[in-house]
């Protein structure tokens, strides 16, 4: 037994950080594992990065694999396998393996990993986090429709082993927990649901999140990399749709191009905002400063980060109730969740009900805010992760330092369970939602 596991130890608690990328790389999975290794630092023990896996065997498998797949497709049409198959998943294995026997740790952390840890050969307890499971990609994402049916199993053996693997298995939504459960079999008392921060080094503070009012122009806001998956259209027409009815108001789209010839003089386009630029991050910070709602007519979405961050500037969120984006959204308290098919009409109307009554809006934004320092925010997901590593490791864990200040928050007692939704139940200091597990134990060893 290691120290750490040892009563009254102070020696930090070693958490292996297992992912074939370097976290430490804050454009790494667009910075969350930089947040989430940060977190776990701040609240939980000392982060041990067991990655990147730049070895030539993984390498020699990769690329191998693209070369087959680029020849199968002209032939069929067909990817033939994705990466989550068996030969890079026992190598990948092999190598955290070796990396376990140079660098000890007493707990590991797996995030979007269920290819490293499917076939990884350790007694040490794992905590698997993802915030979407093989079968709802399949089902979801329309570019995976051409995937083979060789590909689709492999990704389903893989997925059912990882989930099978760990002690712990965590999402940020209960569409995601709700299919651990009920497709791949994972134990209502093992299964968490604990919500993403906003990946945002300098939030702002409380006072100039509040700062906003609806006088003058109504500025909306869409953020994404494609402009159709993102729901361009619905934003635009949107749009247009205000502007008939006598609203003053003006769309930006920043991080994407409509397709040519989709243009307007109340819409400005910005192709590009680099985070890691200074210049950048207060170009972006500005615009949520200036709008007024975020919209997210999102067409396929596992989580939606962007609501996170528009909390954080006490920015409401209108999005399209789908996937895991009610996740981050709870209805009415910090944005609204609009059916999938609703057209841009439908959020005009959405808009047009709340500048009607200035007095709802400003609650709205302080409402907003609260859910940011609630549980939207990385320091909430570290305490959580804490209570959840405590409970798998059946131990209480000291961090080794002062911890930042807790939001408090209510404890609801009342927990459900993966068999209807998964999370009710609060975590520690008050951050996030979790299933019946942390209070049943756990069933898995």
Not at 93 to 102: N, S
Not at 244 to 269: N, Q, W, Y
Not at 298 to 314: D, K, P, Q
Not at 336 to 345: C, E, K, Q
Request: hydrophobic share 40%; charged share 20%.
């Amino acid at each position: 037994m290691s120290d750490a596991h040892l009563p009254g130890s102070n020696r930090r608690l070693k958490i292996g950080f297992v992912h074939r990328y370097d976290a430490r790389n804050i454009r790494s999975w667009s910075g969350t594992f930089y947040f989430m290794a940060r977190a776990l630092e701040d609240h939980v023990g000392e982060v041990v990065y067991l990655g990147p896996d730049d070895s030539p065997g993984t390498k020699f498998i990769i690329d191998n694999l693209a070369r087959v797949n680029r020849m199968w497709q002209r032939f069929t049409g067909k990817i033939l396998a994705t990466d989550k198959n068996r030969m890079l998943s026992r190598r990948l294995a092999r190598f955290f393996e070796g990396r376990l026997r140079e660098s000890p740790c007493d707990i590991l952390f797996a995030p979007v990993a269920s290819v490293e840890i499917a076939y990884l050969k350790s007694d040490l307890p794992l905590v698997y986090y993802s915030d979407i499971t093989w079968v709802q990609i399949l089902d979801y994402y329309p570019e995976y429709t051409s995937v083979s049916s060789f590909g689709m199993s492999e990704g389903e053996r893989i997925e059912a082993a990882a989930i099978t693997r760990a002690q712990a298995a965590v999402y940020p939504s209960d569409w995601a927990a709700q299919s651990a459960c009920k497709h791949y079999g994972a134990s209502r008392e093992t299964t968490f649901k604990v919500s993403f921060g906003a990946n945002l080094n300098d939030p702002p503070s409380r006072d100039l999140a509040l700062n906003r009012s609806l006088k003058g122009t109504v500025n909306l806001l869409l953020l994404g990399v494609d402009w159709v998956r993102k729901g361009g259209p619905i934003a635009f027409d949107c749009l247009t749709s205000l502007l008939e009815r006598g609203i003053d108001a003006h769309l930006t789209v920043c991080g994407c191009v409509p397709p040519e010839g989709l243009s307007h003089p109340r819409m400005h386009i910005i192709p590009f905002l680099n985070k890691k630029d200074p210049d950048h991050r207060i170009q972006l910070a500005q615009l949520f400063f200036d709008a007024h709602f975020m919209l997210l007519p999102t067409r396929a979405e596992a989580l939606g980060i962007v609501t996170c961050e528009a909390s954080a500037f006490g920015l409401p969120t209108l999005a399209a109730d789908t996937g895991g984006v009610g996740g981050s959204l709870r209805e009415g308290v910090n944005g609204f969740l609009l059916p999938f098919d609703a057209p841009g009409s439908a959020y005009a109307d959405k808009i047009v009900r709340i500048i009607a009554d200035p007095v709802r809006y400003a609650e709205l934004v302080v409402s907003s805010r609260d859910e940011y320092e609630r549980s939207l925010n990385w320091n909430a997901w570290g305490r959580s992760m804490r209570s959840i590593m405590e409970h798998v490791l059946n131990r209480p864990i000291d961090p080794g330092h002062p911890r930042q200040a807790a939001q408090p928050t209510e404890v609801n007692q009342n927990s459900d369970t993966c068999d209807s939704e998964p999370g009710s139940a609060g975590l520690d200091e008050g951050s996030a939602e979790v299933t019946e597990g942390l209070v049943a134990g756990v069933s898995r060893t």
